[in-house]
């Protein structure tokens, strides 16, 4: 009987292999979708006691480098689409092209966050206790960046985490350990992106356009 | 003399009580018929089925019966729903509050309450209310979440910080109850008790009218001692030298202390009354700055009669 | 005479490095077993020291605050480092590939992770002893949570990594059940156990990713004051507890699912009979897994949430009893026309009957609103919830335990110190707890350091009792831990049960089965095929 390298003894078949490894992954990102899902629910209570207060409060951020951002993720969820299409392919080097480019697009969308970010911080447009900004009338507006840098902040940490996740899938397809045959961790990481791409596409609309 | 108490419940003292008991003993007795059930058939099986034999036997496949099934669905479901809509009926009647309930208002605060009354009168861990009267209380909360229950009234309402909350009961006898906290809240959580005492409508009024009036007649220190018990500054402060959550009362008086930002200064009157009215302004050293403020709450002559009450503790 | 199996997991291969980087899920399942074991101990010897201090209504052995930190800490080790994992992820771990016919879980580096993801967090968690004791209970409720000097930080982080291993553990117990059943194991040819262990998985990734975040905007608060649970900032504390409840009513059903799973097991096995009402029951455990995610609210009727969403909460709470007496009565049922034996883990079922049966019926007076706003609080609560957790889940849990011990070490222990540590603990349990009822009802407050006169004859004997249930537990310490090395060798299969897992040799081997394992008959066809007892 054949033994591929890459299957794991307590396994009949690849077959087997990849269809666990993918149940697992989705449930994996339902749970990410629940603790998002908590965040987003706090979001929506105090967003309902306070409309006034968060319609103001989001004038406070730039449309544009939203926007670019969403473009910038958008853009990386085609890139890791297109990397699984040419591992099925056998075709390694477009694979590590293409999920080169979605790494820059993430480090973009994370210097145009710094910046976002290192001007609130010197407004005072801070979470909680350190909320100094004195722009907005409205009662208890530090809630809104409360939930501004606790939900963008939790997507930053996965932007970083992916980040780190595709650079070791491109050390391996370089290795050359993934091809048509066995691309598991290739798709993997390309549903845990898409993910943090939706995500985000959840938040740009609930902070930077409040209507 | 405890009318209508049973072996689980203390008795029944509020207009609602009678009511909460009878669902009480209702779902305790079908509960209690249920269980009995399951333990007589259960020791019955394991009895008359008990292996007999050494020989191994295949047994009976029935796995399945559907008139069973239903019947052991249908039943408790029935049953819960009995439950579920009593218990509703009964709570809806304890949430609505009766137009002429005398109002009080209600503070909990680590680890005492205090209760503020129309007439100007505020006292601690005591409620006075007169019978068969609805009382309405408006509650609110200083610093954690607390919680009023009052076990012979079967009522309960958390405390919170940031609202109020309301709690209603009409007493049905005279007497002494039990006032606990049941929301934790600290390290003296089981001392934050009280009592609710129930007067005689004649007697209330006269009650009222007395405490409304100034005591200007007892003297200071005494005044003094009675303050001490009446606002429970014995939860945090011993009078014997023995270190609670604040400090001890013994021997501080014309002596200095040392406070958590290093400076001293000597405990005399206007110290005492700073640490009355301001008492994060000093705090002694290894002490938490937890004492809270009684601005507004004492007069200047019980003022006085505190920091008398203090210099006689050598 | 039963043999012991020379080549296996426990000895196959040697080195400490073979067991710190193992993927084989029952050594995992040991290294949990082991762990789980001795947060028991320090959990119950905390137990001992609390009912010790309310001998007396003043104060006897602790101070306030450190009795504080006791029940705090009681509570938490007992939750999270024991009962969470105790079933699923120490036994589970073990049984699920062998009940199912697999050669391993679905993802066994995953579940490695798992493990040391749990070491870690139970450090950070327990970190916080030496760093001044956390006081709040272990419901963390703000503004006291937000507010006290503990170290309440520590404490939320080890739950916050707890969290993952459990969601680890749930995904891959999916996985495993989805994609690793041996040809012929159909869905409702699964023993019931792996029923319990799915549904439980099912709710520990819905549930756990929300207490994950809620605790991280607990930290948070305490080290930034973010203002979400402060009311002095525009927030709401009452806002944490729905978080929490949220994650922590279906926890619950975390604990009692796989014990019900274990029941399932325990009383076909030594009554020879097949189970009664196989769907009934398996259904009834996805139905309260279900209903579990809509009652959270019933922790807070006193609270001030509105009189609908009271109602709401209430009559969704009486409906998720239904399924467990459901239960109750097809096994029962189970029972009737059996060849019923009384071994040590059929003791502890009969036990769980008993017990659970109790800490059902008494929630009835917990869903119903009206009685439930007397009882809030009180240590009817205590006494409820130690009948569902002890009486339920932790009977089972030693039921199990006594049930798979000599598949997991191939040794017996003595069948006469099990059966009398079993009543041990029962009459101890009882004794315990009972007159928590009555003083719940009578009006005594839980997390009472103190406690008036009129309460003081109950709570002596219920301190009684917990030197009886102490006794049990030790009994049982010595008696299995003398087993280790004198034991009677158990053989494939002492019971004479049909379980698949008893087909192969124990200690079991590393490989499980043979590559030649074929499906033969279902877990419970005790009405077809007779299975010999080795011992």
């Known amino acids: 009987m054949s033994h591929p390298a890459h299957l794991q003894h307590h396994f009949s078949d690849s077959e087997q292999q990849y269809e666990s490894s993918k149940l697992g992954m989705w449930l994996f990102l339902l749970t990410e979708v629940l603790m998002f899902g908590g965040l987003f629910c706090a979001y929506a209570i105090f967003r309902a006691w306070h409309p006034e207060m968060f ?41 590590v092209r293409y999920l080169t480019i979605t790494i ?9 966050k710094y910046f976002e970010y290192a001007h609130k911080i010197h407004l005072g447009q801070l979470p909680g206790k350190f909320y100094t900004y004195g722009g907005i009338e409205e009662a208890n507006p530090h809630l809104f960046f409360s939930m501004y840098f606790i939900m963008t902040g939790l997507h930053g ?55 | 003399m405890d009318t209508n108490k049973t072996l689980m419940l203390p008795g029944a003292k509020s207009t609602i009580a009678g009511d909460v008991d009878s669902l009480f003993n209702f779902i305790l007795y079908t509960t209690g018929a249920i269980f009995i059930l399951v333990v007589v058939v259960m020791m019955y099986f394991a009895i008359r089925y008990r292996q007999r034999s050494g020989k191994a036997e295949v047994t009976s496949g029935r796995d399945y019966n559907h008139v069973l099934e239903v019947i052991w669905t249908v039943i408790p479901s029935i049953l819960v729903m009995v439950v579920f809509f009593w218990g509703f009926k009964v709570y809806m009647k304890m949430n609505i509050i009766p137009r002429d309930a005398i109002e009080i208002k209600v503070t909990g605060q680590k680890w005492f309450w205090t ?76 001392e934050m008790i009280g009592k609710v005492r129930v007067l005689p409508k004649v007697e209330y009024e006269k009650w009222l009218v007395e405490s409304a009036v100034e005591d200007t007649t007892t003297p200071l220190a005494e005044l003094g001692e009675q303050l001490f018990k009446k606002k429970a500054c014995f939860t945090c402060h011993s009078i014997d030298g023995s270190r609670l959550v604040g400090p001890s009362f013994k021997g501080i008086f014309g002596n200095p202390v040392k406070h958590n930002d290093g400076t001293t200064a000597t405990v005399d009157e206007n110290y005492i009354r700073e640490s009355l009215l301001d008492p994060q302004a000093k705090v002694v050293d290894g002490f938490a700055p937890v004492m809270p403020t009684y601005q507004g709450q004492l007069t200047d002559r019980e003022i006085d009669g505190i920091a008398a009450f203090i210099k006689t503790l050598k | 005479m039963g043999t012991y199996s020379e080549r296996n997991y426990l000895n196959t291969p040697t080195g400490i490095k073979s067991w710190l980087f193992t993927l084989d899920h029952k050594r995992i399942g040991l290294m949990y077993l082991f762990a789980i074991m001795t947060f028991l101990f320090v959990g119950g010897m905390i137990a001992l020291v609390i009912r010790l201090e309310l001998l007396n209504p003043g104060p006897d052995i602790v101070a306030a605050d450190i009795y504080n930190r006791l029940f705090t800490l009681h509570g938490a080790i007992m939750i999270f480092l024991f009962i969470i994992p105790s079933i699923p992820a120490a036994l589970g771990n073990i049984l699920l590939p062998l009940m199912i016919g697999a050669k391993d879980v679905a993802l066994p580096r995953l579940n490695l992770l798992s493990w040391y993801v749990f070491v870690a967090g139970a450090c950070i968690a327990m970190y916080s002893i030496i760093s001044g004791g956390v006081d709040t209970g272990w419901t963390f409720y703000t503004p006291y949570s937000s507010t006290t000097d503990s170290a309440v930080i520590s404490m939320t982080f080890g739950a916050f990594v707890l969290g993952f291993s459990s969601i680890f553990t749930g995904i891959n117990f999916i996985v495993t ?25 099912v709710i520990q990734i819905l549930a756990t990713p929300v207490l994950a975040i809620t605790l991280v905007l607990l930290i948070l608060e305490r080290t930034w004051s973010i203002g979400i649970f402060d009311p002095m900032m525009g927030g709401d504390p009452v806002l944490f507890q729905h978080f929490f409840w949220f994650y922590s009513h279906p926890a619950v059903y975390i604990m009692i699912l796989p014990g019900m799973g274990i029941i399932s097991e325990l009383i076909t096995t030594f009554s020879k009979k097949k189970i009664f009402g196989y769907k009934a029951i398996a259904f009834s455990s996805l139905g309260i897994a279900f209903l579990s995610f809509m009652v959270w609210g019933h922790h807070m009727f006193t609270s001030g949430q509105s009189e609908f969403s009271s109602m709401i909460f209430s009559v969704i709470t009486f409906l998720v009893g239904i399924p467990s007496g459901i239960k109750i009565f097809n096994w029962l049922a189970t029972m009737y026309k059996g060849r019923i034996t009384f071994e040590t883990p059929m003791l502890y079922a009969l036990i769980f009957l008993f017990t659970f049966s109790i800490g059902g019926l008494t929630g009835m007076f917990l869903g119903s609103i009206a009685t439930d706003i007397h009882l809030h609080d009180t240590y009817f609560v205590v006494a409820h919830f130690h009948y569902v957790m002890m009486g339920g889940t932790v009977m089972a849990f030693l039921g199990g335990l006594h049930y798979w011990w000599p598949k997991i070490w191939g040794r017996m222990y003595n069948e006469t110190h099990g059966r009398i540590s079993a009543i ?8 315990t707890f009972i007159p928590q009822f009555i003083l719940g009802s009578q009006g005594m407050p839980r997390r009472y350091y103190m406690y008036v006169e009129r309460f003081h004859t109950l709570n002596i004997v219920s301190t009684v009792g917990s030197w009886i249930l102490a006794a049990g537990f030790f009994l049982m310490l010595y008696y299995l831990v003398i087993s280790l090395f004198n034991g009677k060798p158990a053989g494939n299969n002492p019971w004479g049960s049909l379980g698949l897992e008893w087909s192969t040799p124990s200690p079991i081997p590393p490989e499980n089965f043979d590559d030649d394992l074929k499906f033969e008959h279902g877990p419970y066809d005790y009405d077809k095929v007779i299975a010999e007892k080795t011992i």
């Open chain 1, 55 to 95: 319609y103001h409060a989001h004038k406070m951020l730039d449309v544009t480098m939203g926007t670019i951002n969403t473009v910038a993720l958008i853009t990386s969820s085609l890139t890791v689409a297109l990397a699984i299409y040419s591992i099925q392919n056998n075709r390694q080097k477009d694979t």
């Open chain 3, 177 to 201: 059940v989805h994609k690793l059943r041996m040809p012929g194991m159909t869905w409702f040819k699964m023993p019931l156990m792996v029923w319990g262990l799915y549904a439980t998985a």
């Open chain 2, 115 to 190: 209760f503020d009354y129309d007439e100007g009168i505020n006292i601690v861990n005591e409620l006075v209310i007169p019978v068969d009267t609805p009382v309405k209380l408006l509650m609110s909360s200083q610093d954690v979440i607390h919680s009023f229950f009052v076990p012979s009234f079967r009522t309960k309402m958390d405390v919170l910080p940031n609202r109020y909350s309301l709690l209603w009961f009409e007493s049905t006898e005279v007497g002494e109850y039990d006032l606990f906290c049941t929301e934790y809240c600290g390290k003296g959580h089981s």
């Open chain 1, 157 to 211: 940490i996965h932007v970083l985490g992916g980040i780190a996740v595709i650079s070791w899938v491109i050390v391996r397809t370089k290795r050359g350990e993934f091809s048509s045959d066995y691309y598991t961790p290739v798709e993997m990481v390309g549903l845990f992106w898409h993910l943090v791409d939706l995500i985000w596409i959840f938040l740009f609309p609930l902070f930077y356009l409040i209507g």
């Open chain 1, 104 to 112: 820059l697009l993430a480090v973009v969308f994370l210097v145009i």
């Open chain 3, 424 to 431: 041990l603990v029962f009459v101890g349990f009882n004794m």
